[in-house]
């Protein structure tokens, strides 16, 4: 099974690329096909429209996100939507090609406020893909974040039971 962990934050130093490396380095250890796209670290460019040319680096991305059975999304809480890089990300994604697939989620904000009405707008994302997504979303706040580490053990737990959630699911369909 091919899997893509997207770590939805384009700011150097984010939180949510911390937490993603974690749900990397841990889906990796249950699934050594598994990669990483971190809109921090990587060049992805911004979507001109289809007839354009892009980098090496954005190619790639859209054919991992494209080929991949699962998706495991983290996304920041920015006025109460998640990431524009993220939605970014998608244009780029033929939505006849993603039928079938499945996601989990993975939101971080700096408070409790905008956990739903995020999750409600990435599912609604997925849905126009045709993407299955694991109903049980890891909402998580700042504070679990210490020292550039996920230190917060509950977090922890919560995004390994989320992946392994996720990975069944998507065995189960495959």
């Known amino acids: 099974m091919k899997v ?4 939805g934050s384009p ?12 749900v990397y380095e841990y889906t990796k250890s249950k699934n050594q096909d598994t990669k990483l796209i971190n809109l921090s670290e990587d060049q992805i460019e911004y979507y001109r429209g289809p007839d354009e040319e892009y980098n090496t680096v954005t ?5 991992d996100i494209t080929n991949a059975d699962v998706w495991l999304i983290g996304t920041p809480i920015y006025n109460s939507f998640f990431s ?3 939605k970014n990300l998608f244009e780029y994604i033929n939505y006849k090609k993603t039928s079938g697939k499945v996601a989990g989620i993975t939101i971080l904000g700096s408070g409790t406020i905008g956990f739903i009405n995020v999750q409600t707008l990435v599912t609604q994302l ?5 993407v299955v997504t694991n109903p049980k979303p890891v909402f998580l706040t700042t504070e679990s974040i210490t020292e550039n580490s996920l230190s917060n053990i509950d977090g922890q737990n919560k995004l390994k039971e989320m992946v392994d959630d996720t990975l069944q699911i998507a065995s189960k369909l495959h």
């Open 4 to 7: 893509v962990v997207i770590s």
């Open 11 to 22: 700011r150097k130093n984010s939180n949510t690329q911390i937490i993603m490396k974690y």
């Open 59 to 63: 190619k790639m991305a859209i054919e």
């Open 84 to 86: 524009s890089a993220l």
């Open 126 to 130: 997925l849905s126009y893909f045709r």
